[in-house]
């Protein structure tokens, strides 16, 4: 059942959501990330980030990407949630996807944490957003990382970037 909160609404999610990963931790594409903060976890918060494409995955780690990295794989994932709060079309959605680490590393809170921890802080499982350069995509980033509501729907390939990549 969808339902309004102050920021977003909250809907139930049950589709498909893609990820890219390094190739060594293809085995196990489930797992919540590794860094310990990110555009909407910190302090040790679980957060699983993937997107609604397979073309919105490789949008959302283009910044991350470098010529020397690591090979990467692509996995398709299913997601059954009854709890995301959906901010896409929202007055918050590009607020919620602004570039944050900058700011973060000047020292102050990733300005998008709020949104996270009012999803949380709700009882939300996720929450949906719009992708900051492509806002005609949108990327899923689950808190309850589980096999209840998260599983592997398909083998792990290998990825390349679709664009030119610094080195």
């Keep these: 059942m969808a339902g309004r909160t102050g920021r977003g609404r909250v809907i139930s999610f049950c589709g498909p959501v893609w990820r890219i990963l390094f190739a060594d931790r293809a085995a196990k594409?489930?797992?919540?990330?590794?860094?310990?903060?990110?555009?909407?976890?910190?302090?040790?918060?679980?957060?699983?980030?993937?997107?609604?494409?397979?073309?919105?995955?490789?949008?959302?780690?283009?910044?991350?990407?470098?010529?020397?990295?690591?090979?990467?794989?692509?996995?398709?994932?299913?997601?059954?949630?009854?709890?995301?709060?959906?901010?896409?079309?929202?007055?918050?959605?590009q607020a919620a996807s602004v570039v944050w680490q900058d700011i973060r590393a000047n020292g102050a809170p990733a300005p998008t944490w709020v949104y996270s921890e009012h999803a949380r802080a709700t009882g939300a499982q996720g929450m949906i957003y719009a992708s900051r350069s492509r806002p005609d995509l949108s990327h899923l980033v689950l808190f309850e990382v589980s096999s209840s509501i998260v599983r592997a729907a398909g083998p792990a390939l290998p990825w390349h970037p679709p664009y030119p990549v610094c080195a």
């Design 29 to 93: 594409p489930c797992a919540s990330v590794r860094a310990p903060e990110g555009r909407l976890h910190h302090a040790g918060q679980a957060a699983l980030y993937a997107s609604l494409s397979a073309e919105g995955a490789g949008v959302a780690i283009r910044r991350y990407v470098r010529a020397d990295d690591a090979p990467r794989v692509i996995v398709e994932l299913a997601v059954d949630a009854a709890r995301i709060l959906d901010l896409r079309t929202t007055p918050q959605a």
